[in-house]
Each structure stands twice: as structure tokens, then as C-alpha cells.
């Protein structure tokens, strides 16, 4: 099972560990109970993971990059960065992703160099395929037959349940964002920041580290080299989180007003969740729709928040948050999804009233985060 929920979470169902291909770097699973709250691989494996990645890319001649689908700004900002990179480099690039046609508005200034096609014009055998921030090959889409034609398949991530289904995997589920990797890659490569590379790598940074609050000091020190390359962050910031359209706020009257608060759930640490219809949003961009689950987390009662939104007429995507205690990846991981510990998600079909009571009954299994 397969979602998209938004706001940089990539999930999907996980398996064990990958070995396949050079440069993968396995988490550890969670285990029932407590876990803790680091899975980063060793900096010499991800070093050398990056040096083979860069070998990769220097020699190739033509290359296919690949957001996953509905791709947020983390997905979308790294293939666009390193796509230019590579465009800059005498290489023929080009950046799509499997659904929807188009998109998002927020993000479709940052393809500077027209770099992006839509999935009807990706190579049917691409010489060398580049995902990013992708934990699947169902998570390409429709492109995902792609990996099985490439000559060579590049898996950029830094999702803990990633399955390393590259025949290349650098995969660190340390980095807070994919954006991170290919700041690195691109380090490895001996690019120049400029402000285009740059801004492309600060959308997918700002929004996967939730305006830098879950950002490491290396993360941040990263940031201020985006800064000093010419990122005006005022402006990113707004255009990416504070502009919407007006009928935003009648569609988030009605949401919010079904909000519902469950103290007891989630192992006694409180949910607030709500629903999105789809006549809720009819002309609303995806963005807009995403934004939901930033403000339901807002609740000071609750450790989990969750936004279920229709998709079909009994298919719905739920994006789940926690705020520290709560082990949502693996909530959604039982429910056929995955993700982060924090921020994580699923797709299923039903009624909300069954899909809440399967959630409440994963909640109450999840590990507590110590």
C-alpha cells in the first residue's frame, strides 16, 4: 500500500533491510515497545556511498531524474538541483515524476532551466535513473516500469523504510532531508552552489525540517551556505507555507470544524484528527490541501494529529504527525503506509468511522520514542 501525505513524507511498505547494489545503508527496525531516536548509518559508509554515486554521475551522458509521486519540495527541489547541476555539466536531463500532470504551483519556479516533462515523455530505457526521495518503486507511479528498463537505477533517499531498490543506494535515514544528500553529492562532484541550485535545495530543506526545527547544527550550517549562495529565505518561506488562495479559508472553516480530540488515544497522550471531502476542495492545489495537518498539530492536548483525505469515494490518504513520544512510521507501517518516526502516512480504502478505529488500534501498539 501506497501514500503520499504530504509535506515531505514519502511512505510505503517496507521490508527487510536491502543488500542489493552498492551504497546501502540499512536502519535498524523499530522494535515493539520503546525505540530510540537515531538510525543513521556510519559516516564512512555514507562517504563512500556518496564517492560511488558521484563516480555514477560523472560518466553519464543522459539522465532521468524521478520525484515520487505528488512530489512535495524535498522530492521536487533535489531532482531539480542536481538535474541543473548535471545539465550544467554537457548532460542531457530531465526531471518528471508518474502523477499528477502537473506540478505544484509553488515549486514550478525553481525549474529554471525547463528541465521538467511530463511522464509521457520519459525514455522508455533510461541509461541511468535517478530517484529521489522515493522509499519505492511503486512509489514512481506510472514511471516505476522504468527501473525494470534503466540501464542503471540511482536511489537517492533518506527514508527509514526504504527498500533499496536501486541497483546504487545512498540512502541515509540520518539526513533530515533529501535535499541534504544532494548538497553533499554535489560537494563530491565539485559544483558550485549558485542561487538556482541553491533555492531548489532550500525548499526541500525548510519544508522536510518544518522551517528548521528538527534541523541538526549541520543542517543548519548547510542552510547558511544556501543563504550565502543567494537564497532570500523570507521569500521561499512565504511562497512555500504562507500564500494561499482565498477559497483556502472557507475549505479550512468546514475541515477544521469537524476536528475531533481522543485524550485518551495514542497510548494516552491524546489525537486530534479531521477530515478533508473531496467537495471540500474542489480548485484547490495539492499545497493547499497539505497544509491541513500543519495546523491540526497545532493542538496542545494531543501528541498525534491526523487529517484523513478523500481521494475516491471510499479511498482515502491520511497523513499522521506526532510531536516527540509517538512512533507514527510505525503506526502507519501497520496500516500498510510508512514514513518518518514523526511524520508518516498512509492510503486505504473504507469508511472513515473503520479507517479511525484501525488507527486507534495502531496507535496504541505504536513505540513510545524515548
Known amino acids: 500500500m501506497i501514500v503520499s501525505s504530504g509535506d515531505g513524507v514519502a511512505a510505503t511498505r517496507p521490508t527487510a533491510p536491502a543488500e542489493r547494489g552498492d551504497g546501502v545503508f540499512g536502519a535498524p527496525s523499530t522494535a515493539a515497545g520503546e525505540v530510540a531516536d537515531s538510525s543513521a548509518p556510519a559516516d564512512g559508509d555514507v562517504a563512500s556511498g556518496l564517492a560511488t554515486a558521484a563516480a555514477l554521475l560523472r560518466v553519464a551522458g543522459d539522465v532521468t531524474l524521478l520525484a515520487h509521486v505528488h512530489p512535495d519540495a524535498d522530492a521536487l527541489g533535489s531532482a531539480l538541483a542536481l538535474g541543473l547541476a548535471l545539465h550544467r555539466r554537457g548532460a542531457a536531463v530531465r526531471v518528471s515524476f508518474g502523477e499528477p500532470e502537473r506540478a505544484p504551483e509553488s515549486l514550478i519556479a525553481l525549474d529554471v532551466a525547463g528541465l521538467l516533462v511530463p ?7 533510461p541509461p541511468l535513473l535517478v530517484a529521489l526521495d522515493t ?21 537517492i533517499d533518506h527514508h527509514i523504510t526504504n ?54 547544527p549541520a543542517t543548519h550550517s ?15 518561506a512565504r511562497n512555500l507555507f504562507d500564500t494561499h488562495p482565498f477559497s483556502w479559508l472557507g475549505m479550512l472553516a468546514k475541515v477544521l470544524a469537524r476536528a475531533e480530540l481522543e485524550p485518551e488515544a495514542a497510548r494516552g ?44 469515494e471510499d479511498r482515502w490518504s491520511v497523513s499522521l504527525r506526532a510531536k516527540q513520544h509517538v512512533d507514527v512510521g510505525a503506526a502507519a507501517v501497520a496500516l500498510g503506509g510508512g514514513g518518518h518516526r514523526l511524520a508518516s502516512g498512509f492510503t486505504t480504502t473504507g469508511r472513515r468511522e473503520d479507517i479511525l478505529a484501525a488507527l486507534r488500534a495502531a496507535l496504541d501498539t505504536a513505540p513510545v520514542i524515548r
Do not use: W
Open 163 to 216: 527498500t533499496g531498490f536501486g541497483t546504487h543506494n545512498l540512502v541515509d535515514p540520518g539526513a533530515e532531508a533529501t535535499a541534504v544528500l544532494v548538497l553533499r553529492l554535489l560537494d563530491e562532484l565539485g559544483v558550485p552552489l549558485d542561487a538556482d541550485i541553491a533555492r531548489c535545495l532550500y525548499a526541500g530543506l525548510v519544508t522536510d525540517t518544518r522551517s528548521f526545527r528538527l534541523a541538526s
Open 222 to 236: 548547510y542552510a547558511a551556505r544556501l543563504l550565502a549562495a543567494g537564497v532570500h529565505a523570507e521569500h521561499e
Open 119 to 125: 511522464a509521457t515523455q520519459v525514455p522508455a530505457a
Open 135 to 155: 522509499g519505492s518503486v511503486q512509489r514512481l507511479g506510472s514511471l516505476a516500469d522504468r527501473v525494470r528498463t534503466a540501464q542503471a537505477v540511482l536511489v
Open 269 to 312: 497522550l491524546g489525537l486530534v484528527h479531521t477530515s478533508v471531502l473531496a467537495s471540500d476542495v474542489t480548485g484547490m492545489r495539492t499545497e493547499d490541501v497539505e497544509s491541513v495537518i500543519s495546523l491540526v498539530r497545532k493542538s496542545a492536548e494531543a501528541e498525534v494529529a491526523a487529517v484523513l483525505k478523500q481521494i475516491g
